[in-house]
C-alpha cells in the first residue's frame, strides 16, 4: 500500500521533471523519503515502459531497449536498496510485474549474464591453479620424454 502523501509527492516530482531525471531522482537522490522513491520509482517504470512500447511499434529496437535498460535499473535499484520495512518491500518487489513482458525476459538476460560473470570470477582462480599445474605435468613430461634416449637420438 502507497500512503496519500508518498503519491502526492511523487506526482508533484514527475510533473516538474523530465523522466530521466526522475530516474535519477529515484536512484540517487537520498533527500526523498524511500515511500515516495518507491512511489516515484513505479510512476518512472510505467512511463519507460510506454516509450519503449512506442520505440518498438517505430521500429527503433536501440531506443526500445534503452528504455527496457532503464526501467530495469530502477526496478533493481528500488528492490535492492528501498525496500526495507515490509511493507516497502512488498511495493518495491510489484515493480518487477510493472515491467513489459520484453523487459522481464531483458531484465532475466541481463541478471543471468551477470551471474555468469560472477561465477567465473569466484572460479577464476580454481582455474587458474588447475591450469598451472597441466602446464607444470606438460613441462615434466616433455622433460621426462626428451630424456628417453631413443628420443635424444633422434633430436
Known sequence: QTDDMSVMEAAEIIDKVE??????????????????????????????????????????????DYYLDKAIQTATFVTEKLATESGQMIQAFSLWSMLSPEGQLRAANQDMAKQGKDKLKKREKDIRVIGDKFKKANEEAASEVSEIKEVKETV
Open 19 to 64: 523522466i530521466d531525471e526522475a530516474k535519477d531522482l529515484v536512484i540517487n537522490n537520498g533527500d526523498i523519503k524511500p515511500k515516495t522513491r518507491v512511489v516515484l520509482g513505479q510512476i518512472v517504470i510505467k512511463r519507460y515502459n510506454e516509450l519503449a512500447k512506442m520505440a518498438s511499434e517505430s521500429g527503433s529496437d536501440a531506443h526500445r
